[in-house]
């Protein structure tokens, strides 16, 4: 077994980590609002598996793509090594800002197989008040090419059964727990025994958690959807990576490009996907 290792960065008023396996910040600590991501005490941080928690990318791929028979599940992206290019704490010690890149032959390395023609960079700022993530997908190909793509964001929460997420109002969505049936959201958002939507919107939620008595904002750029997931008692029962009993500590809140919104790029265009997360009381 294959260790993947952690870079960390310990701030005046912050902690945070990320791992170059999958360019993946797994953990983001505030003095003053405590852990804003969950990692899973089951976590696993071994080459060729996905860490449970944190901020995984998709790509190029989402869960099963569009066909639903691609492997592994939600890409390569997440289980290759990406080349850290930036690692730069300021003067203050107040602001932490990364980047990585993952080219083609990195993810051939990570799946076997798969062809891909887009270099990836991810560029990270992290401080104790505000987050912000970028992917930045280039088509380096000379022919057109699509890809799926999210940052599968698992904030952490006190209690998922007590929060609610506000701004899907109006919005419609694919509830994946019914086989994809279209809905249309009613008022905020709060959590039934498995929530599992596509919404098709991508403007800024912000998430209610009453039992950490704080808020988080969340918001988009460059995403076309809005996906809500949380397993569930039931279905978390049967994730090993998933400690006993915390479902009940996330809700994933993710910007995507997905589906009949998947990202379409002519040779040498780019694409960016962002995501900025704010906490508040």
């Not at 080459?47 to 066909?67: L, V």
């Not at 290759?80 to 990585?100: F, H, K, M, N, P």
């Not at 699509?146 to 919005?171: M, P």
């Not at 996330?250 to 997905?258: G, P, R, S, T």
Request: charged content about 20%.
């Amino acid at each position: 077994m294959s260790v993947v290792e952690v870079h960390e960065a310990q701030l005046l008023e912050g902690r945070y980590a990320v791992s170059p396996h999958g360019a993946q910040v797994t953990s983001w600590w505030s003095a003053r609002y405590g852990d804003l991501l969950y990692l899973s005490s089951a976590a696993r941080f071994e080459a060729g598996k996905a860490i449970r928690g944190g901020i995984p990318i998709c790509f190029p791929w989402f869960a099963g793509g569009p066909s639903g028979d691609r492997a592994p599940a939600h890409g390569f992206a997440r289980l290759a090594r990406w080349r850290e290019i930036t690692w730069d704490v300021d003067e203050q010690r107040s602001r932490l800002r990364a980047g990585y890149l993952l080219d083609p032959s990195a993810a051939g390395r990570a799946a076997p197989g798969s062809d891909s023609p887009f270099v990836l960079r991810y560029d990270l700022e992290l401080t104790p008040r505000s987050g912000r993530f970028t992917l930045r997908i280039e088509n380096r190909s000379a022919a057109p090419a699509g890809c799926e793509a999210a940052l599968h964001t698992y904030l952490r929460v006190g209690d998922a059964t007590s929060v609610a997420l506000h701004g899907l109002d109006g919005a419609t969505y694919a509830d994946k727990t019914a086989g994809g049936t279209r809905r249309s959201q009613r008022g905020p958002l709060t959590l039934g025994p498995e929530v599992d939507r596509v919404y098709d919107c991508a403007g800024d939620v912000t998430l209610q958690d009453p039992a950490l008595a704080r808020s988080l904002l969340v918001r988009a750029g460059g995403a076309s959807q809005t996906v809500v997931w949380n397993p569930g008692e039931t279905k978390a029962a049967a994730l090993a990576d998933v400690g006993a009993g915390e479902w009940r500590s996330f809700v994933c809140v993710e910007a995507a490009a997905v589906g009949e919104d998947a990202i379409r790029l002519g040779a040498g265009q780019s694409h960016e996907l962002a995501q900025e997360i704010v906490p508040g009381a």
